[in-house]
Every structure is written in structure tokens, then in C-alpha cells.
């Protein structure tokens, strides 16, 4: 199963480079609503103010004790490339996400398997419709808690239906301990500084990246450098697939052509 990354130029390089995806903390995400469905506001009759006070710490908790990776599943979605890949100028990554780093139940939270966002018009408030049949430590929990399923989806993986164009699929991890020791149990880690917040990159096994989409605008390159761009792609991923994105002439959507081979048709057109 591949599913997709958005991002600059730069930053792709630098996951192909590395051979490794950042897992990034809910409390630096640009969604405010981010963990509030796992524990609604108790009002009315039900209002408890010491009980409200110690869930907003337990969603504190969470939001920084958590790395989420956040993917898609379509790499030639217009609005993904307008919002988060450079204003269609980045690029895409494809990752097989089959990998044991992912789906393994053990090193994570939530696996890619259970990963899919639910997007809903309204928020939940309701009581969890299922027992807990096992516990759960907030913000300390590695394994995936089968038995707490319902808490965990209403904590990561529930969303506004206006971000229902994102198609999302979540990995989550857990990092307490993380700035003292790089090396737990979700994974080995590199944390590193993306304009004042951190991003936690974690390996990927090689050959485990499949895809790169260079962005419909990247095109202001000139042949040469849409060449010396692919060269330094396979220099670190030799075995990947690259594809460049155009406007459809005919549709509001994205087509994939052969980069490599256009630029090189261009470069002998103009020698």
C-alpha cells in the first residue's frame, strides 16, 4: 500500500536523502480541534469543573507526548498540492506503507492499518458507545490498545468534514521521553528544528520510498536542472519512480507525464 507525502522541494530531498518521515506533535498541527473529541466538555447537569480541569491536561498530554505522520492516499490532488506542496512548485513522496514500522501493533499507537480519519459534520459528544476492555496511560502508551479503539479514534482520527478533501490516513506513535533518549519503543529517532518546532524523523528500510511527483509549476527549471534534479533523486533512491504533474487540457485535474524523458527532448530541441 503507497501513500503519499506533500511537501517542498527541499524538504522531499531531504526524506529521500535521509531515508526517513517526520512524525510531528498534534500541539504544533494547524487544526485547533486536534484530541478534543477523546474527552467533550462536561456541562449542564453533567458539569463537573475539576473533572473538565483534568481533561484539558490529559489532552495536553496527549498532544505533546504523540507523533503523528500524516499521509494521503491521492498524490494528484489539486487543493493537497495548492496547500501543501508549494503551491504545486514540491513535490510528492510515496512511501510503501506495508512496512513493519507502521503496522506493527506493538511500536505503534495507532498502525496505518486503523490510520483512516473519520470526517464528520458534527462534532462527537455523546458517551463512547463501547467498553474500554483494557487500559490506557495517557500519553505513555506504545502499543496499539485494541481494547480502547473508540477513545483513540475520537482522539486522533476524527475530523471537520472540511478537511474531508485531505482522503487522510494517520501513524501514530508514542514519544514520551523522546527529548532525553532518541531510542524507544515506537522507533529510533532524529529530532530536528522546522522553523521553531521540532519534527522527529524516524528510518524507513531502504527501498521503502516508491514514487516521487515533481509539482505542475517546478517547470520554471530549465531542462538542464529538471535533469540534474532526477540525477540527484536516484543518486540517494536509485530504484524509484519519477513522474512530473501538468494541467489537464480537458478536466480540472492533474496528469503525470515522463519528466526525464521530456527534458531531454527539450535539451536536444534547443542544442
Known sequence: MILYKYVSLEAGMKILQNNSIGFTQPSYFNDPFEVEAAYPLLIGDNNNPVENLRNEFKKSVWKNNTGILSLTRQPLNPLMWAHYGLEHK??????????????????????????NVIYTNVKPNS????????????????????????????????KPSCWAYEEEVRIAKCIKGIESNPILKSGNFCTIDISGRPLHLCDLPKEAIKEVYIGA???????????????????????????????????W??????????????LKSDS
Do not use: W
Request: hydrophobic fraction near 35%; glycine fraction near 6%; aromatic fraction near 10%.
Open 217 to 251: 509549476r517546478a517547470y520554471d527549471l530549465k531542462p538542464i536542472d529538471v535533469l540534474n534534479l532526477v540525477n540527484d533523486i536516484r543518486s540517494h533512491q536509485p530504484h524509484i519512480k519519477i513522474y512530473g504533474c501538468k494541467v489537464s487540457r480537458t478536466s
Open 90 to 115: 514540491g513535490m510528492v513522496v510515496g512511501i510503501d506503507c506495508s512496512i513493519d514500522n507502521f503496522t506493527n501493533e506493538d511500536i505503534n499507537l495507532i498502525p496505518v492499518q486503523y490510520g
Open 253 to 266: 485535474s492533474l496528469e503525470t507525464f515522463d519528466i526525464e524523458s521530456s527534458a531531454n527532448k527539450l
Open 127 to 158: 458517551a463512547f458507545l463501547t467498553k474500554p476492555t483494557e487500559k490506557i496511560e495517557v500519553g505513555g502508551t506504545f502499543h496499539f490498545p485494541k481494547g480502547q479503539i473508540e477513545r483513540l479514534q475520537r482522539m486522533f482520527l476524527y
